[in-house]
Nanobody, 124 residues
Framework: QVQLVESGGGTVRAGESLRLSCVAS??????MGWFRQAPGKERAFVAA????????WYDGSVKDRFTISRDVAKNTVDLQMNSLKPEDTAVYYC???????????????????WGQGTQVTVSS
């Protein structure tokens, strides 16, 4: 069983940056990823990283603006979000999976654990 705790959300203006962090405890030999859910919408894939941190995947809407990274020794995964847009406003969730690529291809159904979420609000 894995427990995930996110932090780092907040309210910023368009063009600014935020860094989200997720700490994992328990069994942590998983790929990890970030999803987001805006009001009235389904939970959507944002980014994923494999077990070693060597490979990453991004949704096209955040590629070149967001960067996912992980510290295997500290069991953390971060999401650096730059050039934020109002459409990035959502609750952001950390997730684990057996394979990072499956999060990108098949979405939230491939997640094996979820954090409680952290709110990101971007004003125009």
């Amino acid at each position: 069983q894995v427990q995930l705790v996110e932090s780092g959300g907040g309210t910023v203006r368009a063009g600014e940056s935020l860094r989200l962090s997720c700490v994992a405890s328990g069994r942590t030999l998983y790929a990890m990823g970030w999803f987001r859910q805006a009001p009235g919408k389904e939970r959507a894939f944002v980014a994923a990283i494999d077990q070693t941190g060597a490979e990453t995947w991004y949704d096209g809407s955040v590629k070149d603006r967001f960067t996912i990274s992980r510290d295997v020794a500290k069991n953390t995964v971060d999401l650096q979000m730059n050039s934020l847009k109002p459409e990035d406003t959502a609750v952001y969730y950390c997730a684990t999976s057996l394979e990072a690529a499956r999060l990108r291809m098949y979405g939230s159904s491939q997640a094996t654990s979820w954090g409680q979420g952290t709110q990101v609000t971007v004003s125009s």
